[in-house]
């Protein structure tokens, strides 16, 4: 699949566009009750809605600024509503993310339907801000502070425990690593307070119930705007990963509001606002890597060895076994940092795979080999520069990775580890046996959370599921290392009269498995509204992993060459580990 080479909007406020009719950016455009589109980024209109920043107090003057991007349905076509998007993280921004990938979504929906991506709450264009200047990306004080209309104007759970049994070994990293982490964390916790804490900013009204409620504002304003009723709205969506987490909490809190809802790489709800951020089956992934590789054999895998399964699996194990870290640091080893360094790469490319497993697996084999290669010639250290550059750095893709915390640890604040400053042992442990590739990534999330006081304004916590107005259908994919094609089985039993595909196939998300059953179900789905009855599964339509003519006699470099490209593409919704 293509997403739409990158438009530079990620860094700055507003987009920077250049035409010659007028394109405005969101600090141009007047937030107000209801909704004023205008022109930017060329094919786009945006808009910026007001809505109160406490929906339990929604009289008291504070305001929320949600910025919009629509992408409009072709006027010669049939007009069926608008499907609003969200693309995971949780804090990735949906208008940017429109902006790039419009074409992609609407070519799932089919036609008639205008796209709106939005920010949620706090994040990307939207003020108060949650931005804090975390790892020195610079604050903009002047989206730090909610608007008051009384006196400014505006227009109109517990965690679950898991077992390891796991055929890999990965080492685990050092606790001197894991006090890093809580460092880091205190750092976050000092500049919230300082800067985004407060009864008018935006942290505390971050969690996803508040951007359900401002989901719906978004569609009774697009209502008015069409000049028809608001009260009855019915809001159509598409979400995928974090966006089913929103999507399911929408749906539980205003199902009379529901329309046509399409929830694909689904977060287990109950699981997530419980604290857990597992189970997931990354450990399962790369135990399919060895598999299919050595299936493949060495023709068709760089890794292969051409003697069994058990022998790649013994390979892979003994080249970790280079990497340890901890006992680096605990047996002073010589080459401690760039181990260190190189264990983060490893963790990082290991948790990001599963995501895309047919463009990365082949990658993945050829980086083995090269580092191998470092490995018996002691030269890791010398490749230290394009060892590094295998891997963006997972947040690379989050312009603000606070948001990221402030998102996920607001919505998890009640558990027992969210501001709790020290994680016990026993837990660290118990969430790290929980997977051998995923479970440091994991601790260090858990530590994020543990450092921050947060007073959520508003958590959900109401009832899961309900009898929606619209049915809804979900998307499981089979081999989904992040969100278990089980999540939505799951999910699917608690909403009335929806229904659910299964689809063959290992990544994270439809968007990047490109099946064209599951794409056929979710248009007709969005066009005439037709379910998939008992007609609901999709078998695999792609190549083997391993074309046997792929790999064999490409140098690794020259495959790795398209690396960057790739992976970018493969964490630009998701990003390891995250929703
Ligand atoms: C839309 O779908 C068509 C047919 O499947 C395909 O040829 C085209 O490349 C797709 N466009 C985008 C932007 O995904
Ligand atoms: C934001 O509001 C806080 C009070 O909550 C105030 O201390 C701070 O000065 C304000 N910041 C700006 C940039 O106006
Ligand atoms: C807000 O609007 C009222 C009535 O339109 C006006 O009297 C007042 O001056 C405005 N306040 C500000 C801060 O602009
Ligand atoms: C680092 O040094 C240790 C001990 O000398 C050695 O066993 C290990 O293979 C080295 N690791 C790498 C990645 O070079
Ligand atoms: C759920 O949260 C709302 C908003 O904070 C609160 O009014 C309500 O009492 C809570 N309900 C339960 C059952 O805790
Ligand atoms: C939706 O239904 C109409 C009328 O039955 C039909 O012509 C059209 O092909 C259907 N659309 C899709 C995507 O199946």
Same mark, same amino acid.
């Given at each position: 699949?293509?997403?739409?080479?990158?438009?530079?909007?990620?860094?700055?406020?507003?987009?920077?566009v250049?035409?010659?009719?007028?394109?405005?950016?969101?600090?141009?455009?007047?937030?107000?009750?209801d909704l004023?589109?205008?022109?930017?980024?060329?094919?786009?209109?945006?808009?910026?809605?007001?809505?109160p920043?406490?929906?339990?107090k929604?009289?008291?003057?504070?305001?929320?600024?949600?910025?919009?991007v629509?992408?409009?349905?072709?006027?010669?076509?049939?007009?069926?509503?608008?499907?609003?998007?969200?693309?995971?993280?949780?804090?990735?921004?949906?208008?940017?993310?429109?902006?790039q990938?419009?074409?992609?979504?609407?070519?799932?929906t089919?036609?008639?339907?205008?796209?709106?991506?939005?920010?949620?709450?706090?994040?990307?264009?939207?003020?108060? %801000?949650?931005?804090?200047?975390?790892?020195?990306?610079?604050?903009?004080?002047?989206?730090?502070?909610?608007? %008051?209309?009384?006196?400014?104007?505006?227009? =109109?759970?517990?965690i679950?425990?898991?077992?390891?049994?796991?055929?890999l070994?990965?080492?685990?990293?050092?606790?001197?690593?894991?006090?890093k982490?809580?460092?880091?964390?205190?750092?976050?916790?000092?500049?919230?307070?300082?800067?985004?804490?407060?009864?008018n900013?935006?942290?505390?009204?971050?969690?996803?119930?508040?951007?359900?409620?401002? !989901?719906l504002?978004?569609?009774?304003?697009?209502?008015?705007?069409?000049?028809?009723?608001?009260?009855d709205?019915?809001?159509?969506?598409?979400?995928?990963?974090?966006?089913?987490?929103l999507?399911?909490?929408?749906?539980?809190?205003?199902?009379?509001?529901?329309?046509?809802?399409?929830?694909?790489?689904?977060?287990d !709800?109950?699981?997530?606002?419980?604290?857990?951020?597992?189970? %997931?089956?990354?450990?399962?992934?790369?135990?399919?890597?060895v598999?299919?590789?050595?299936?493949?054999?060495p023709?068709?895998?760089?890794?292969?060895?051409?003697?069994?399964?058990?022998?790649?699996?013994?390979?892979?194990?003994?080249?970790?076994?280079?990497?340890?870290s901890? =006992?680096?640091?605990?047996?002073n080893?010589?080459?401690?940092?760039?181990?260190?360094?190189?264990?983060?790469?490893?963790?990082?490319?290991?948790?990001?795979?599963?995501?895309?497993?047919?463009?990365?697996?082949?990658?993945?084999?050829?980086?083995?080999?090269?580092?191998?290669?470092?490995?018996?010639?002691?030269?890791?250290?010398?490749?230290?520069e394009?060892?590094?550059?295998?891997?963006?750095? @997972?947040?690379?893709?989050?312009?603000?990775?606070?948001?990221?915390?402030?998102?996920?640890?607001?919505?998890?604040?009640?558990?027992?580890?969210?501001?709790?400053?020290?994680?016990?042992?026993e837990?660290?442990?118990s969430?790290?046996?929980?997977?051998?590739?995923?479970?440091?990534?994991?601790?260090?999330?858990?530590?994020?959370?543990?450092?921050?006081?947060? =007073? @959520?304004?508003?958590?959900? %916590?109401?009832?899961?599921?309900?009898?929606?107005?619209?049915?809804?259908?979900?998307?499981?994919?089979?081999?989904? @290392?992040?969100?278990?094609?089980?999540?939505?089985?799951?999910?699917?039993?608690?909403?009335?009269?929806?229904?659910?595909?299964?689809?063959?196939g290992?990544?994270?998300?439809?968007?990047y498995?490109?099946?064209?059953?599951?794409?056929?179900?979710?248009?007709?789905?969005?066009?005439?509204?037709?379910?998939?009855?008992?007609?609901?599964r999709?078998?695999?339509?792609t190549?083997?992993?391993?074309?046997?003519s792929?790999?064999?006699?490409?140098? @690794?470099?020259?495959?790795l060459?398209?690396?960057?490209?790739?992976?970018?593409?493969?964490?630009?919704?998701?990003?390891?580990l995250?929703?």
């Open positions: 699949m293509k997403l739409v080479a990158a438009a530079a909007v990620l860094s700055s406020i507003a987009p920077v250049a035409t010659a009719d007028k394109e405005y950016t969101f600090d141009e455009i007047p937030a107000a009750e004023s589109w205008y022109p930017c980024n060329l094919a786009f209109t945006c808009a910026r809605l007001s809505v920043l406490n929906p339990l929604p009289n008291n003057g504070l305001r929320s600024e949600i910025p919009l629509l992408y409009p349905a072709d006027p010669s076509d049939e007009y069926k509503g608008a499907v609003l998007v969200n693309p995971g993280g949780p804090g990735i921004s949906g208008t940017d993310f429109i902006l990938a419009a074409p992609v979504i609407a070519n799932l089919g036609p008639g339907w205008d796209i709106i991506g939005f920010d949620t709450r706090g994040t990307g264009y939207s003020k108060p %801000n949650g931005a804090v200047g975390y790892h020195g990306v610079p604050l903009v004080p002047e989206v730090q502070n909610a608007t %008051n209309i009384l006196s400014d104007n505006v227009t =109109k759970g517990s679950r425990k898991f077992k390891r049994r796991s055929e070994k990965i080492p685990y990293k050092s606790d001197a690593w894991l006090q982490q809580y460092e880091d964390g205190e750092e976050l916790n000092t500049l919230i307070q300082k800067y985004a804490n407060k009864e900013q935006a942290v505390p009204y971050m969690t996803t119930p508040h951007v359900a409620f401002d !989901m504002q978004i569609a009774k304003a697009h209502a008015r705007s069409e000049d028809l009723p608001d009260k709205v019915l809001v159509n969506y598409y979400g995928s990963s974090y966006g089913t987490l999507g399911q909490t929408f749906a539980s809190l205003y199902p009379q509001h529901v329309g046509k809802f399409v929830l694909e790489g689904v977060v !709800m109950k699981a997530y606002y419980g604290g857990s951020l597992g189970p %997931n089956h990354l450990d399962k992934t790369i135990s399919n890597f598999t299919t590789c050595s299936d493949a054999g023709k068709g895998c760089a890794f292969a060895t051409g003697k069994g399964r058990d022998d790649v699996l013994k390979r892979f194990n003994d080249l970790m076994a280079h990497f340890d901890a =006992k680096a640091v605990a047996e080893w010589a080459n401690a940092t760039i181990v260190e360094e190189a264990h983060d790469v490893v963790r990082g490319i290991f948790t990001s795979v599963g995501y895309d497993a047919q463009e990365a697996f082949p990658i993945l084999a050829d980086q083995l080999v090269l580092l191998e290669g470092w490995v018996k010639s002691n030269t890791v250290a010398e490749n230290r394009k060892l590094l550059s295998w891997i963006a750095s @997972p947040f690379s893709f989050l312009t603000r990775k606070e948001y990221y915390y402030e998102i996920l640890c607001s919505d998890m604040a009640g558990n027992e580890f969210v501001g709790s400053k020290k994680l016990s042992k837990f660290v442990d969430v790290r046996s929980g997977s051998t590739v995923a479970g440091d990534t994991l601790a260090l999330t858990y530590a994020i959370c543990s450092s921050l006081d947060l =007073k @959520p304004n508003w958590k959900f %916590n109401g009832t899961v599921g309900g009898e929606t107005k619209t049915p809804m259908l979900f998307v499981g994919v089979s081999g989904d @290392p992040v969100t278990p094609a089980e999540n939505a089985e799951g999910a699917q039993k608690l909403y009335k009269n929806s229904e659910m595909v299964h689809v063959e290992d990544a994270h998300s439809i968007i498995l490109q099946n064209k059953c599951a794409n056929d179900n979710v248009k007709v789905y969005f066009q005439n509204l037709t379910l998939p009855g008992n007609n609901n999709c078998a695999r339509d190549a083997p992993i391993f074309p046997k792929n790999s064999a006699g490409l140098s @690794p470099l020259k495959s060459d398209g690396f960057g490209r790739t992976m970018a593409l493969t964490i630009l919704l998701f990003i390891g995250m929703f």
